[in-house]
């Protein structure tokens, strides 16, 4: 099993800066991606954006490309998501997850990912 405990949501005025943090524990060696999504109340798990453990490969969805940045310190196993130029519309919570070292193309689904944290709130006021 992999643990993963996010930390550093909250409030932020819109245009302000947040970054979140993500933290595996376990068998970490089993996986080899990191992923960041989103839920909005009444709305699906979006995904944000990923990156891989080895080599550091990153992909974002087309609505936080460009202000978001995905980084890994793979010493410390720990995930970084950092939102710049926030809006009120990046208001989620904020999930880190973890997929299983797998062969094939890497996911951009919920469903692709094994692991997941208990999500941090980040609120954007206008």
């Known amino acids: 099993q992999v643990q993963l405990v996010e930390s550093g949501g909250g409030l932020v005025q819109a245009g302000g800066s947040v970054r979140l943090s993500c933290t595996a524990s376990g068998r970490t060696f089993s996986t080899d991606t990191m992923g960041w999504f989103r839920q909005a109340p009444g709305k699906e798990r979006e995904f944000v954006a990923r990156?891989?453990?080895?080599?550091?490969?990153?992909y974002y969805s087309d609505s936080v490309k460009g202000r978001f940045t995905i980084s890994r310190d793979f010493a410390e196993k720990t995930v970084y998501l950092q939102m710049n130029s926030l809006n009120p519309e990046d208001t989620s919570v904020y999930y880190c997850?973890?997929?299983?070292?797998?062969?094939?193309?890497?996911?951009?689904?919920?469903?692709?990912?094994?692991?997941w944290g208990q999500g941090t709130q980040v609120t954007v006021s206008s």
């Open positions: 997850a973890a997929r299983r070292r797998t062969l094939g193309p890497v996911p951009t689904t919920p469903s692709g990912y094994d692991f």
């Open positions: 990156i891989t453990w080895t080599t550091g490969d990153t």
